[in-house]
């Protein structure tokens, strides 16, 4: 069964920077493609951002766009969210996600694994 560990949550002051990780362990399948989606409090989850292992492909959500780059390290089965120019609507849970299966990558019903959640919190 896959595994996937975030971290590198946290507390940040707004326009602050954080750089969230997820690694997969005991992969038995060929990615296709991880993402991040987050849930707020009182709010449903959303895309964040995805990559697709071959090629690197990288989408984002508008509201991050341009704050936020996902990247990925292919021998390390790990990916990464660097979130730049932070905001307090920034604040939520983040989870990654990943897949082996072609799948539409902003929405959450394609990911067949999913990480604990690590929080960050934005505070103005």
């Known amino acids: 069964q896959v595994q996937l560990v975030e971290s590198g949550g946290g507390l940040v002051q707004a326009g602050g920077s954080l750089r969230l990780s997820c690694a997969a362990s005991r992969r038995t399948f060929s990615m296709y493609g991880m993402a991040w989606f987050r849930q707020a409090p009182g709010k449903e989850r959303e895309f964040v951002a995805a990559i697709r292992w071959n090629g690197g492909s990288t989408y984002y959500t508008d509201s991050v766009k341009g704050r936020v780059i996902i990247s990925r390290d292919s021998a390390k089965d790990t990916v990464y969210l660097q979130m730049n120019g932070l905001k307090p609507e920034d604040t939520a849970v983040y989870y990654c996600?990943?897949?082996?299966?072609?799948?539409?990558?902003?929405?959450?019903?394609?990911?067949?694994?999913w990480g604990q959640g690590t929080q960050v919190t934005v505070s103005s």
């Open positions: 996600a990943a897949t082996g299966r072609a799948i539409a990558v902003r929405s959450s019903l394609g990911y067949d694994y």
